[in-house]
């Protein structure tokens, strides 16, 4: 299939091709038929199978039609757990929407920033993309209205049911119009998410694309059995050993992402911290370095990860082990992209072992532990 059979706006296909975008991916051609089609849609996608196109590249094609702007009355709201993917969000909009024949107005908001430029900025937006607590700063200001919204879309949805937001999203969820398009898409399929299913959608489309098996093997995986007090000294022994130019290290809380930073560098290896306690400009400026490969270490919660995209990420390393299967397969899945082979590395220590155990029962997959105690 190809996009322009998805009934597409025709520069919006032009659009696709430029960016080289030569075939819709499975989610793709699953949710743009159906957003074009004013369907809800609960989609369950992997970061990295093109989740974010699959509704921005429908949603544009639909406001090509749509003359009913009001100022300050959006039309599209996307809904974001992190700063990090908001702005990354925005961006795919800006790309799609730039040769369309009417102009679409996006904008980002979130926290962490001077909350003035943004209610300006909202001068004329159709697609806002927000964080839950901006989102209702600005709506006590008055700087914008949800009556008008036609579309909600809710990106990281398992995320947005964490106890953080849910006192939030019920706030937001409580201004919309009772009638309007509810799209959800998530990398896991959780207990909160049926809850969330069961409030916000009406009749869905679901679409539940799985993780290729190729996907997974792609990725070399190992990992060392070892005490929590050689996890550091053999963090920097991996990293020497591997010439890593470019790693994602996880790590659980935001305490021992800034305690690893810290002694990285102290051993003279470049790294930087990523968390929600960093200010907006330290995890931009963090995030570009990254990229563009003039940082050599990340180390991040799993939740600021979210907006990390990198095609070609040789390296990933868990730290410690994340709480869920799924999550631990979303890790992983930073590297091993677009075709490329990936390097994933666990450090696990004796009480982690049986949780790890039940990783690799879930993954269905089995990984080589070395025990470098012995």
Excluded: C, W
Excluded at 10 to 37: C, G, K, R, W, Y
Excluded at 58 to 67: E, M, T
Excluded at 68 to 78: A, D, G, I
Excluded at 240 to 252: D, I, P, R, T
């Amino acid at each position: 299939m190809s996009f322009e059979s998805l009934a597409l706006a025709p520069s919006l296909v032009n659009t696709a091709a430029h960016q080289q975008f030569n075939e819709p991916t499975a989610i793709q051609n699953a949710a743009i038929p159906a957003i074009l089609a004013n369907k809800d849609v609960l989609g369950i996608a992997k970061t990295g199978t093109g989740k974010t196109a699959a509704y921005v590249l429908p949603i544009l094609s639909g406001l090509q039609n749509d003359n009913s702007v009001k100022n300050r009355h959006v039309t599209t709201l996307v809904l974001v757990p992190t700063r990090e993917l908001a702005v990354q969000v925005k961006d795919v909009f800006e790309v799609f929407s730039k040769d369309l024949p009417q102009r679409i107005k996006t904008l980002a908001v979130y926290g962490g920033v001077s909350i003035n430029p943004q209610m300006i900025g909202l001068q004329g937006v159709q697609v806002l993309v927000a964080t839950p607590g901006r989102l209702l700063e600005l709506l006590e200001s008055n700087a914008v209205y949800l009556s008008s919204v036609k579309t909600l879309v809710m990106d990281e949805a398992d995320k947005l049911l964490n106890q953080e937001f849910k006192a939030e999203i019920d706030k937001i969820l409580a201004l919309l119009p009772k009638k309007r398009q509810n799209i959800l898409f998530s990398a896991t399929l959780s207990p909160n998410l049926d809850q969330l299913q069961s409030m916000v959608l009406n009749e869905p489309t679901i679409i539940k694309i799985e993780q290729a098996e190729e996907f997974i093997d792609s990725i070399e995986q190992i990992a060392y059995l070892l005490s929590p007090e050689k996890k550091g000294p053999y963090l920097r022994h991996l990293i020497e050993k591997h010439a890593m130019k470019q790693v994602l290290v996880f790590a659980s809380s935001t305490h021992q992402v800034d305690s690893i930073v810290h002694k990285l560098r102290k051993n003279k290896i470049d790294a930087r911290a990523m968390h929600g306690q960093k200010s907006q400009g330290s995890r931009t400026e963090s995030l570009l370095l990254f990229k563009t490969g003039k940082l050599k270490v990340l180390v991040s919660t799993d939740l600021m990860a979210r907006g990390i995209d990198i095609i070609e990420l040789p390296f990933v390393i868990n730290y410690e082990l994340p709480r869920s299967p799924k999550d631990y397969v979303h890790r992983i899945g930073r590297t091993g992209r677009a075709e490329a082979n990936g390097l994933a590395i666990s450090l696990v220590t004796l009480n982690e072992l049986h949780h790890f155990g039940v990783i690799q029962k879930k993954m269905g997959k089995t990984v080589e532990l070395i025990d470098i105690e012995r």
